[in-house]
């Protein structure tokens, strides 16, 4: 089975949790006693493509409770100010979800630090800096759900004055219910579905 490819660790306290990925070295710790499995749950990694909507149908009809979710859609950033024809084609896209202004402060402040540790001249740094206006309008664009990287990169062949980067690409999740001490047998059942790609026991850190 794939669950062993990780491990969830959540810390158990009074006040807070937190949640962290380990390798398989955190089974030795387990086998030790200092963490237990938490029953009644698991979590699945999902494909990179799914939405909120599509895995909450699959699961009711699977008659499986989703206890808690986090599946976004990629969301970008352009890094430069590209013609208004090619600006008005790309927020039409439909695989544009959402889109909004913002400003290229903090890329410029991201850029202004980059160079500090670069090796070019003092003038060098300063032409490329007044490329940079810090108050000039871009955009973030979230993408539709079904639209992964491989997708946006393809997509973004026909817009080739477009610079951006991608700001939001996390691991689209679910934590899912099941019967005390039968967590792997669902769990195997999960793994049978083409859009989950693996799923992971969930373990406290003893206090």
Known sequence: MKKLLFLILFLISSISGFAQVVDDSALDKLQAGSY??????????????????????????????????????????????????????????????????TTLADETKSLRQNLENSSLSGKEKNAILKRMNPEAETYLIELNYHINKKALKEMMKEFRDVAYKIIRDNPRTVTLQADPGKEPFLMDRVEQLYFVKSTAMIAAIKQ
């Open 36 to 101: 237990n499995f938490v029953e009644g749950m698991f979590i699945a990694y999902l494909a990179d493509t799914v939405s909120p909507g599509f895995v909450h149908m699959y699961f009711q009809k699977a008659n499986i409770k989703i206890l808690d979710e986090s599946i976004e859609p990629l969301l970008i950033a352009l890094v430069n100010t590209p013609s208004e024809k090619s600006l008005e084609k790309l927020l039409g896209h439909k695989a544009i979800r959402s889109s909004y202004k």
